[in-house]
């Protein structure tokens, strides 16, 4: 009998962690769509995926940039992008704007990315 409810107490656990697992999943996209534009909503046609490729390819070719920086979001839509991550230092932001905008043109590019504190890893 305690098996059985060790059991039950343990699935009704389980249960309740799910229960909150899905409601913060929930609040957090949530959040995430209150912020602008993320990586899943990077438009599947042709000239947006094009030009990311494009940034993606001058941004990774860069072997001066930390790998934080060679991994920064690049969503396109629309011809617009949307830069967004963490870097090591402001020489690297300024770096990857510049390819965005030498590739997607001027006024074409919004800048999100922030630059690690100096205790960041």
């Known amino acids: 009998m305690v098996s059985c409810m060790k059991r039950k107490c343990l699935s009704n656990l389980a249960f309740a962690f799910q229960l909150f697992a899905a409601t913060a999943g929930l609040s957090l996209a ?3 769509q209150d912020q602008g ?3 899943d909503q990077q438009k599947s046609n042709k000239s947006d995926r094009e030009l990311t490729q494009r940034i993606r390819k ?3 070719s860069d072997k001066s940039l930390s790998m934080s920086a060679h991994n920064v979001k690049i969503i396109s839509r629309d011809g617009m992008v949307t ?3 963490t870097v090591k230092s402001d020489d ?5 704007e510049d390819k965005a905008t030498e590739i997607a043109g001027q006024g074409k590019v919004t800048s999100e990315l922030t630059v690690a504190t100096s205790g960041s890893n």
């Open 30 to 32: 949530a959040a995430a």
């Open 37 to 39: 534009v993320t990586a």
């Open 92 to 96: 690297e932001k300024k770096s990857i």
């Open 58 to 60: 001058s941004v990774f």
């Open 83 to 85: 830069l967004r991550g």
